[in-house]
C-alpha cells in the first residue's frame, strides 16, 4: 500500500494518537484585548532616575509597543489566535464597522485601534505607525476632558468579544491604566462597573490588571480593580499558587524600563496554558485519588508550516490538502475497510483486526499511580532522558485535590523526596515509570511568575534505553592544572551564575521569522542574523585571558615533569620498567603455577581501584570477582574493567 501524503507501518497506533493531541492541543484558539487607558498622566514620560538603561517611554507607548511586539510574535507562532487594541480615555470615539451601520450604542471616548481578529500585516504596520510615528500618536492620542465610565469601557470589550471571539475557549482582557480609582466620588458607576465585570466573568472571559505605580504614588488595588479583576487564587491558603499568578506593580522608580517590565510581565500571560492532558487520576493509595492535568512547560521551538500557498495562479492561495491511499501495482483507490494491520513474524504476516490491535496495545486506562517514595539523591542526573510534564491539580473530577496536590507538593520539597509512579498518558499509550519531583515557583527579577509551583513527571529509562560510554583510557589531570583550570571557569561563570535561555533566541530561528516578517509587511530584507550566542570574545579575553595564557603555562610545565618521569616509554615505545615487570610476572604467574587465576577479595580490588591499576587484573580474577557480586562476566577486558569502577562509583 502507498500513502501520497504520509505512510505509517502497523502498530504506530501512539505516534499516531500523539500527532493527533499535538494537532488539536494547537487548534485551541486564544483571544486577547488590549485595554490601554489614554490620560495626561500615561502620556508623560516617567522623570529619569540616572541610569543610562533606563529610557523615556510614556505608559501608553510603552503599552503600544508591548502591543505590537506581542502581536509580531502571534501572528506567526499563533496563526489562529485574535488579537486586538481598545483605547479608551480619547477625545476620539471609534467602533466596530458593522455595529455603527446597524446604529448600536455608542461608546464615547472609546477608540477601537485594532478589531479583535487574526493579526494581518496591514494591522500590525497600522500599529507600527502608530508607535514610530509621532505625529500620527499626537493627533490620535489626545486624551478627552471628561471621566470615562469603566462600565461603559467593560461593556464594550464585552461586545467585541461576543461578536468577533464567542466560541473561544480562552478569551482575555489585558487593562494597562495607573489610574487606580477611576470612579472617586461616585459608587453607582463603580457598582455598575463591577457588574460589567462579572458579566465578563461569567462569558468565561478573564481580566488581567498591568498597573502602573509612580514615584509618588503606588497602585492601590483595594481602591477599585479587587472588584473588577477577580482573584484566580485557590480559595485554600495552603494551596499552591495558580499558573496564571497576579502581575507585580510595575515601577519606574527602581530604574527597571518600564516597556521591559510590561513586557515581561504580558509575556507571562501572552500565551494560554493549554493542558497536554485533562482530568487524569491520580492514585496516592489504594482508593484515594485526586485528579491533575499535564503541561508542557518546556519545549523544543522549531519553524512550521501552518499551511500550503499555491503560487501557480493569479494570486496566492492557500491550499486544501487531502490524503488518497492507493495500491503500489494497480494505483487503485483503496477504501478504509480493505486496509488490514500486520506484522511480520516467521517471514509471513499475521493480520490482526483493529479490535484486536486495540486489545495488544491496551496495559490499562490513563492515570498515574504512586508505587513508592525514594530520596532524590538516588536520582541520576543522566536519567532524564525524555521530556518531563509538569503536573498541576484539577477539581474537575474530584474535589479537594488542589489541598491534597498542594499537602504532597510540600511535604516532598521539605523532605526532598521524590515519587516513582506508574504513568499512562492517555489511551493506548505504552505506560512508563516516572518520577514525581516537586517544583517551587520561580519569578523573574520583575516579580512575575516564570514557572509556576507544582511537580514534574519525569519519564525513568528502561536498560535497553540507557547507551554504554565507549572504551577510552584517559589520563587524569595533575591537580595543580585542575586548580589553573577552575580559576579560568570561575571568571567565565556567567552573572548570578545563572543560564537563563530567554535571553539568548535561537538565531536560526529569529532569522526564519525575521525574513517571514519582512516579506509580509513589505520590508527591505535584513542583511545579516542577530545572533546572541555569539560569545563575547573581548570581555572574555579581558575577564580570563590572562589566567588562561598561566594555564597554558602550567600544561606545558606538567607535560615536561610527565615526560621527563616516562622518557623510556615514550624514546622506546613501550612501558616502564616498573610497569613491564609487572606484566612480565602477571603473565608468568599465570602460565606456570596458576597464581593468575588467583580469586581478589573485596580489599584488593578497592585498592586497585583507588589506584587505578584495575586494568593490571587478569581476566580470570576480574570476572570470578564480578561473578560474586552478581555483575555480568561478558565481554572483552575493558568492559570488565568498566563494570568494576562503575561498582565501586556508584557505592
Not at 535561537?506 to 513589505?522: D, G, K, S
Request: negative net charge; charged residues 30%.
Amino acid at each position: 500500500m502507498a500513502d501520497e501524503n504520509k505512510w505509517k507501518p502497523p502498530g504506530d497506533e501512539e505516534e499516531e494518537e500523539e500527532e493527533l493531541d499535538e494537532t488539536a492541543y494547537k487548534s485551541a484558539k486564544d483571544a486577547v484585548l488590549f485595554v490601554i487607558e489614554v490620560s495626561e498622566l500615561m502620556l508623560t514620560a516617567p522623570p529619569p532616575v540616572g541610569r543610562k538603561e533606563q529610557d523615556q517611554d510614556t505608559p501608553v507607548s510603552a503599552a503600544l509597543k508591548c502591543a505590537y511586539t506581542l502581536m509580531q510574535q502571534r501572528i506567526i507562532s499563533n496563526p489562529n489566535d485574535m488579537m486586538g487594541v481598545l483605547l479608551y480615555g480619547t477625545e476620539q470615539t471609534k467602533f466596530q464597522k458593522e455595529e455603527q451601520a446597524r446604529g448600536a450604542l455608542a461608546y464615547p471616548h472609546c477608540y477601537l485601534l485594532t478589531d479583535l481578529d487574526i493579526p494581518a500585516a496591514e494591522d500590525v504596520k497600522a500599529l507600527r505607525s502608530l508607535v514610530e510615528d509621532e505625529e500620527e500618536s499626537k493627533k490620535l492620542l489626545v486624551p478627552s476632558k471628561e471621566r470615562v465610565s469603566m462600565a461603559n469601557v467593560l461593556f464594550c470589550a464585552n461586545q467585541i468579544f461576543t461578536t468577533k471571539a464567542p466560541n473561544f475557549a480562552s478569551r482575555r482582557l489585558f487593562i494597562v491604566t495607573d489610574d487606580d480609582d477611576p470612579h472617586e466620588k461616585d459608587k453607582a458607576l463603580k457598582s455598575s462597573a463591577a457588574v460589567r465585570a462579572k458579566d465578563l466573568y461569567d462569558l468565561g472571559v478573564i481580566i488581567e490588571l498591568f498597573p502602573i505605580s509612580r514615584l509618588d504614588h503606588e497602585f492601590d488595588r483595594s481602591k477599585f480593580y479587587d472588584d473588577i479583576v477577580y482573584n484566580t487564587r485557590p480559595t485554600d491558603p495552603e494551596a499552591p499558587a495558580p499558573i496564571f499568578g497576579t502581575a507585580a506593580p510595575t515601577s519606574t522608580s527602581d530604574g527597571i524600563s518600564l516597556l521591559r517590565s510590561l513586557l515581561s510581565s504580558i509575556n507571562s500571560k501572552a500565551v494560554a496554558r493549554r493542558a497536554l492532558f485533562s482530568s487524569v487520576p491520580l492514585e496516592i493509595g489504594p482508593g484515594f485519588r485526586i485528579s491533575v492535568k499535564g503541561y508542557i512547560i518546556f519545549k523544543r521551538q522549531e519553524p512550521k508550516r501552518s499551511c500550503y500557498i499555491w503560487l501557480e495562479g493569479e494570486k496566492p492561495q492557500i491550499a486544501t490538502g487531502t490524503t488518497t491511499q492507493i495500491a503500489d501495482d494497480t494505483a487503485r483507490t483503496v477504501d478504509k475497510v480493505e486496509i488490514k494491520k500486520a506484522y511480520k513474524f516467521g517471514g509471513e504476516q499475521i493480520t490482526f483486526t483493529p479490535e484486536e490491535v486495540s486489545q495488544l496495545r491496551h496495559f490499562g486506562d490513563p492515570g498515574i499511580r504512586i508505587i513508592g517514595f525514594k530520596p532524590q539523591s538516588m536520582l541520576p542526573f543522566w536519567a532524564n532522558t525524555r521530556p518531563s510534564t509538569f503536573i498541576y491539580p484539577s477539581e474537575d473530577d474530584y474535589v479537594g485535590s488542589t489541598r491534597v496536590f498542594s499537602a504532597l507538593q510540600q511535604k516532598l520539597l521539605k523532605d526532598k523526596k521524590m515519587a516513582l509512579a506508574w504513568f499512562i498518558a492517555r489511551k493506548n499509550a505504552s505506560p512508563v515509570i516516572a518520577a514525581i519531583l516537586p517544583g517551587a515557583e520561580k519569578q523573574d527579577d520583575n516579580g512575575a511568575q516564570i514557572i509556576p509551583p507544582g511537580m514534574w513527571l519525569w519519564p525513568l529509562p528502561f536498560a535497553d534505553d540507557i547507551r554504554q560510554n565507549p572504551d577510552t583510557n584517559l589520563i587524569r589531570a595533575p591537580e595543580p592544572l585542575i586548580d589553573s583550570m577552575r580559576t579560568v571557569i570561575q571568571q567565565l561563570q556567567l552573572p548570578k551564575a545563572i543560564y537563563d535561555p530567554r535571553k539568548y533566541p535561537n538565531p536560526a530561528l529569529q532569522w526564519h521569522y525575521r525574513i517571514l516578517q519582512a516579506m509580509a509587511l513589505e520590508e527591505d530584507l535584513p542583511e545579516k542574523p542577530e545572533d546572541k550566542t555569539v560569545p563575547k570574545y573581548k570581555q572574555i579575553h579581558k575577564r580570563a585571558g590572562a589566567y588562561v595564557v598561566d594555564w597554558g603555562h602550567e600544561l606545558h610545565r606538567q607535560f615536561e615533569e610527565w615526560r621527563m618521569e616516562n622518557e623510556s616509554a615514550v624514546v622506546l615505545g613501550k612501558r616502564p620498567a616498573k610497569d613491564d615487570m609487572a606484566v612480565r610476572g602477571a603473565k608468568r604467574a599465570k602460565g606456570d603455577d596458576g597464581e593468575g587465576t588467583a580469586e581478589v577479595d573485596d580489599g584488593q580490588m578497592m585498592k586497585a581501584f583507588e589506584k587505578q591499576t584495575v586494568g593490571k587484573m587478569t581476566i580470570p580474577q576480574l570476572k570470578s570477582w564480578l561473578q560474586a557480586k552478581g555483575r555480568p562476566v561478558g565481554g572483552k577486558k575493558a568492559q570488565l574493567v568498566e563494570r568494576v569502577e562503575e561498582f565501586f562509583e556508584q557505592k
